[in-house]
């Protein structure tokens, strides 16, 4: 597995878990430290990229979420399932904030589609 692929995925189980367990912003960190031990060993290099991935999801976590919810009116926020609210915000994070010179935007949208 390509090691952006697994470092999109630890942001994203982290993600999830941050938002399944409903826990404050700065619980994260300790979220993400540990699935980047138990998950990414050897992926040191792509630490940074999964920090930035989850830190600018929860930065932008209020725009991304109503641009969802005005995609989406038929279903509310907090009816999306706990994955694909997290592939979602992560994704639209990339397309909208994220480097485009780092992460095209077709590269964005396969991997929030893969």
Same mark, same amino acid.
Do not use: C
């Given at each position: 597995?390509?090691? @952006?692929?697994?470092? !999109?995925?630890?942001?994203?189980q982290?993600?999830? #878990?941050?938002? /399944? @367990?409903? +826990? =404050?912003?700065?619980? %994260?960190a300790?979220?993400?430290?540990?699935?980047k031990?138990e /998950?990414?060993?050897? *992926?040191?290099e #792509?630490?940074? /990229?999964?920090?930035?991935?989850?830190?600018g999801? &929860?930065?932008? !976590?209020? @725009?991304?979420d #109503?641009? &969802?919810a005005?995609?989406? =009116?038929?279903?509310?926020?907090e009816q &999306?399932?706990?994955?694909?609210?997290?592939? %979602? @915000? %992560?994704? *639209?994070y990339e *397309? *909208? /904030?994220?480097?485009?010179?780092e992460?095209? =935007? +077709?590269?964005a &949208?396969?991997?929030?589609?893969?």
């Amino acid at each position: 597995m390509a090691s @952006r692929h697994l470092a !999109r995925s630890i942001a994203m189980q982290s993600l999830f #878990e941050w938002d /399944f @367990r409903e +826990k =404050p912003a700065d619980a %994260l960190a300790s979220i993400v430290a540990r699935n980047k031990q138990e /998950f990414g060993p050897g *992926l040191d290099e #792509e630490y940074e /990229f999964i920090t930035r991935l989850v830190e600018g999801v &929860i930065q932008h !976590r209020e @725009r991304i979420d #109503e641009i &969802i919810a005005q995609a989406a =009116p038929a279903w509310p926020i907090e009816q &999306i399932t706990g994955v694909d609210r997290a592939v %979602l @915000r %992560l994704g *639209l994070y990339e *397309l *909208l /904030f994220g480097n485009h010179d780092e992460v095209p =935007p +077709k590269v964005a &949208i396969n991997e929030a589609i893969e």
